[in-house]
């Protein structure tokens, strides 16, 4: 099992900044990927950024691109999402979750999008950007 843990949404202006953070807990962090997805009113949970077990390689959304940047720090068992140049469109929850992954491993870039690749769910932090 992991635990995951979600932290750092709120209302922000458009143009602003925001960091997410999400700790895990449970089993090895090393040996998932980790990932963040948001769901808006009414519409389907999407992909937005993952980051693989090592770190060594970084997914975005297109929409993301250029905008935000997933890390993860191994020590502290926490990944973040720093978000820049915030649109009201960003607004959702942010969910992070974890998908199997690890030392001798490699998968493609399709398996860190999907949404179904990931086992472990937090609860989601409400990001809310105003106009």
């Known amino acids: 099992q992991v635990q995951l843990v979600e932290s750092g949404g709120g209302l922000v202006q458009a143009g602003g900044s925001l960091r997410l953070s999400c700790t895990a807990s449970?089993?090895?962090?090393?040996?998932?990927?980790m990932g963040w997805f948001r769901q808006a009113p009414g519409k389907e949970r999407e992909f937005v950024a993952a980051v693989s077990w090592s770190g060594g390689r970084t997914y975005y959304a297109d929409s993301m691109k250029g905008r935000f940047t997933i890390s993860r720090d191994g020590l502290k068992k926490t990944i973040y999402l720093e978000m820049n140049s915030l649109k009201p469109d960003d607004t959702a929850a942010y969910y992070c979750?974890?998908?199997?992954?690890?030392?001798?491993?490699?998968?493609?870039?399709?398996?860190?999008?999907?949404?179904?690749?990931?086992?472990?769910w937090g609860q989601g932090t409400q990001v809310t950007v105003s106009s």
């Open positions: 979750a974890a998908a199997p992954d690890g030392h001798g491993t490699y998968f493609s870039g399709t398996y860190y999008r999907t949404i179904t690749s990931y086992e472990y």
């Open positions: 449970g089993r090895t962090f090393s040996s998932y990927a």
